[in-house]
Structures are given as C-alpha cells and as structure tokens.
C-alpha cells in the first residue's frame, strides 16, 4: 500500500514540472506572436496593400497564405503527441531577422521588413516548437517567400521577353480571324484600333501566381509523375492563357474600337487568366485515386 502510495506521489510531482513547462511554454509562444504581431504590423499592412492593390501584381499573395496557414496548423495537429523541446538555434535565424527589420526602418523599403518577417518564423518556430515540429512546416513556411512583391527593376527582363511572347504569338493568330495586324515592338495595330502589349498585360503576375501554387501543389502531391506533370506545365500555361487572353482583348479593340479598354472588359480579362490557369494546376496536382498512386 505505502509504494503504491509512494509510486503514484513520484508520478504526480514528475508529471507537474512537464506541466507547468508546457503552460510557461504556451504562453511564452502567445507572448512572443503578440510581440512580432505589434512589431510588424506596420509590414503585414503593408503586405496586405501590396496583395490587393491589382490583379495586375501579387494577387496570389493572400491565396497562398491562407493554403500556408492551413497546412501549418494540419501539420502541428498530427504532431500533439511529440514532447516538449525547444532549439536554441533559433536565435541563429531570429536574430538576424530583427536585425534587417531595424535595417528597414531607417530606409523604409517595407520589401526588407516583409523579408525579416517570413524570415523569423522559422527561428520562432524552433524556439518554441522543436526540431521535429519545425521540419514538419518548414516548406510552407519557405513558400511565404513566394508571397513577396518583386521590385519591378527585377523583373523588367522578364515582363519585356514575355510582352514580346504575347506580341508575336497574337500578330500569328489573327489572320486567322481575318484581321490585318501590323507590329511595331509591342504595338498591335489593326485596321480599327490598336493596342500595346504593356507589363500589365506580359502575364507575369499570373506566371509568378501559377508557378507558386505548382510548386506548393507539387509538394502536396504524393505521386511522383504527377509532381512532376504540374512543374512542368506550370509556364506554359501560364503563359498560353495571357496569350488567349491579348488576342480577346485585340479582337475586342478591332470590334468595338479602343474605348473597350476602358470597360470593366479590360479588368476581367485579368481575372478570367486566373481563374482558368489556376484551376487547370489544382486540378492536375489534385490527390489521385488509390488505382492511379
């Protein structure tokens, strides 16, 4: 009866100190996003500006946050019954962080703040969750980075070799609707209008949105084939549905004359290269039957 006693008295004072490790860890996780939510509130304001300024630049952004959220926190609950551990290198990955964000505030860029944010959560993440936890939600956390805004002095290459894509692509494919078209760079000149082929019509925002989505979609993915299927088609998708899209556009502006591009026409346009390239990836990278793994 006594080490009956004596047994559950051990049990109950080494299961309190867990306890209380687990409640002082808890809150000090609720503390710490407290402090980066006050600390980069500023930043997340300014994300959020970014993602909803246009169609035309980082649409994605709030889409793949929401998918990034999402898994994280399906990871984290299949990973309840790992014990409490905490990984002092965090502070190797924190502290560099905070640093650029400081950085950032004498030369408000918010781009550098944004970095520092993304960049922090890992460092958090194996501050108080552990190795194990870390590992598990370190690739989602990766695809924030996708979320960013790229400075258009990055991509002015890119956007210019894409309008020139969807220039000679169109010019191709309107004789066979029996309109004339004559080319100068980027112009589209046709016998009742033209129309320039700008960075807001190259479809970089709809590549760099159909390129994340492939990437995470592939990660999802359990088959191989299929990873590999939604990589690959990624681009030219991307890139064949701004074509469809600049040739509605001229076919529009040889119809009804140029005013068309002051219609909602021009705005929906945009959207429709999103709502049918991303559908096509999920699709392809959706979850197979068990026949197909």
Known sequence: MIDHMNTETLDTHTLEPESRLETRQHWALWLAAALLL????????????????????????????????YLVWGELRKRLDLPISSNPWGFAILIPALALHMLDTSIHSQLLSAFALFLSLPGLSLLFLGTERTKAIIFP??????????????????????RYIATDSVAWLLPYFGVPVFVTGT????????LLVSDACSGFST?????????LLAYLCPVVHRKILVLLV????????????????????????????????????????????????????????????
Not at 40 to 68: C, D, Q, Y
Not at 143 to 162: C, G, V, Y
Not at 262 to 281: D, K, M, Q, R
């Open 38 to 69: 006050f600390l980069f509130t500023p930043t997340m304001l300014w994300l959020w500006e970014r993602w909803t300024m246009s169609v035309w630049a980082n649409g994605h952004g709030i889409l793949i946050t929401l998918v990034v959220i």
């Open 141 to 162: 956390l990766i695809i924030l980075f996708l979320t960013l805004p790229i400075p258009l002095f990055l991509t002015e290459s890119i956007h210019l070799a894409l």
């Open 187 to 194: 112009l589209l000149e046709t016998p009742n209008g033209s």
């Open 207 to 215: 590549l760099y949105a159909t390129i994340t989505v492939a990437i």
């Open 234 to 293: 990624a681009v030219p998708l991307a890139i064949g549905v701004n074509i469809v899209r600049v040739l509605i556009l001229t076919l529009l502006v040889d119809w009804f004359g140029i005013d068309i591009l002051e219609t909602s026409a021009h705005e929906l346009s945009g959207l429709l290269t999103f709502a049918v390239a991303l559908p096509i990836i999920f699709w392809l990278g959706r979850t197979p039957a068990k026949r197909e793994e």
